[in-house]
């Protein structure tokens, strides 16, 4: 049974994705926004200080539901150096009564002017719910705390240049980063198709792994390259993937635990609630005791996500067998992976700055017209309500403002990021409209 620190609260089964909040995630939701929103316009947000002081006592612990991973982000934010005592003062000083605790964006790292580009810039075109739920479920509908992850998420991606690695095309990265290219033409690391439950299936094949072979940092940026790629493929209302760690052939050799440490903070602390499931296919008896090693790091939820294949037909259980590359004795899909590089012309749309820019203040203007929305459907039955609309009537415009900003970020998308592998292939997989395609060969 999985422990649960004061204000903590499980996600029941077939709750907390959009469509459907139950009445107090609805509430939780709208408090998240708020606070955004108060931050974004001043760098400051109030706020209860008992919100604050159970999360700070889990996160500083170290005794809490947060893995170690988590809980390292956590005492470098809002939680560091009792900070909570110090929001307090801040909150008592600007004429708040007890209680109350004030908490600012520069305390993380960040700045009021960074805010909302780095959010627009993470959402692309997902739903904005979306984004801020993935890290509300993974702190257990846990206000401050999500919080606090979500924005040391945006310093995390702002300190590593994310948006450069997402933008950038290949060619640029491997001119970089050292071997970048060997990292996409060796297979180690790809993503081909679904798996039953339709999340596309990321394939890392541990043997061609040698840890001393490139740069760490060419290996991290080659993570953050799939992974944001990755992303566009992921479709409503699908929002996670499944990974195959296929350990065929390991041996210690292969091993890179810095590279593991890398993965789990990645997954847990930046890209909350975006492992479905994490198949570790073919472990040899060296492995298990790694494994003993590796196990710990793990948020108990990740943990539960692990499921072992001891040979190719057991993969079936979770891969259809028309799905799965003939590589695998129970595969029927002849898909054989190779990195095809940038061809001629392919990013010819990002010199045409003028298209760029109009469609950019399109886009632009949606998320504008989304924020103001949301403000609306926050004020809905208190006294700050200016609108006499209901809350389905809000709710119904910025669904469908939701959707424009889907189509308006595919429009934009080529003018603002180089084309990438799922675009080069034939036929494509990235469809320039936002769909996916994956096409079988069987």
């Not at 008992?50 to 996160?59: F, L, P, S, Y």
């Not at 992303?231 to 996670?240: A, D, G, I, N, S």
């Not at 072992?308 to 595969?331: C, M, W």
Request: charged share 25%; hydrophobic share 40%; glycine share 6%.
């Amino acid at each position: 049974m999985t422990k649960l620190a004061k204000g903590d609260i499980l996600t029941a089964p077939g709750t907390g994705h959009i469509g459907c909040l139950t009445p107090d995630q609805k509430k939780t939701l709208k408090e998240v926004w708020s606070i955004i929103f108060s931050i974004a316009d001043s760098g400051e947000a109030v706020l209860p200080s008992e919100m604050m002081h159970e999360v700070q006592k889990e996160a500083t612990s170290g005794k809490g539901t947060q893995s170690a991973t988590v809980q390292a982000a956590a005492k470098a934010g809002w939680f560091s150096n009792n900070k909570a005592a110090k929001a307090e003062e801040d909150a008592k000083a600007a004429g708040y009564g007890a209680g109350m605790a004030k908490i600012s964006l520069s305390d993380l790292g960040l700045s009021v002017d960074q805010l909302r580009p780095i959010l627009w810039d993470n959402a692309m075109g997902d739903h904005p719910d979306s984004l801020l739920l993935r890290f509300v479920r993974a702190r257990k509908w846990n206000v401050v705390n999500a919080l606090n992850m979500l924005f040391k998420a945006f310093k995390w991606r702002l300190d590593e240049d994310i948006p450069a690695v997402k933008y950038s095309s290949d060619d640029k990265l491997d001119s970089q980063y050292p071997k970048f290219f060997e990292q996409l033409e060796s297979g180690k690391f790809y993503i081909n198709g679904t798996d039953k439950e339709g999340r596309i299936v990321a394939y890392l094949n541990v043997r061609l792994h040698k840890p001393n072979d490139q740069p760490a940092k060419t290996l991290e940026k080659l993570t953050v390259y799939v992974m944001e790629a990755g992303r566009v493929l992921l479709e409503y209302p699908v929002e996670t993937v499944c990974l195959v760690f296929d350990l065929t052939g390991f041996s210690l050799s292969n091993m890179d635990f810095n590279m593991v440490k890398y993965l789990v903070t990645v997954f847990e602390a930046y890209y909350p609630e975006s492992l479905g499931r994490i198949i570790i296919h073919g472990a040899p008896f060296v492995f298990w005791g790694v494994w003993k090693v590796i196990q710990p790091w793990l948020d108990p939820v990740v943990a539960a996500k692990v499921c072992f294949t001891r040979n190719d037909n057991e993969l079936t259980q979770y891969i259809d067998a028309n799905h799965l590359p003939v590589q695998y004795k129970s595969g029927k899909d002849k898909f054989k992976y190779k990195y095809i590089r940038a061809q001629p012309g392919e990013n010819k749309r990002l010199e045409d700055t003028e298209t760029k820019e109009k469609l950019v203040a399109e886009w632009k203007a949606i998320f504008w017209k989304f924020e103001a929305l949301t403000r609306e459907w926050i004020a809905v039955g208190t006294p700050e309500a200016k609108s006499a609309r209901t809350e389905a009537e809000i709710e119904a415009e910025r669904e469908q403002v939701a959707k424009d900003l889907r189509v308006a970020f595919f429009k934009m998308d080529p003018y603002i990021r180089a084309r990438n592998m799922f675009h080069r292939s034939s036929p494509p997989v990235a469809q320039d409209d936002g769909s996916v395609k994956w096409t079988y060969n069987n």
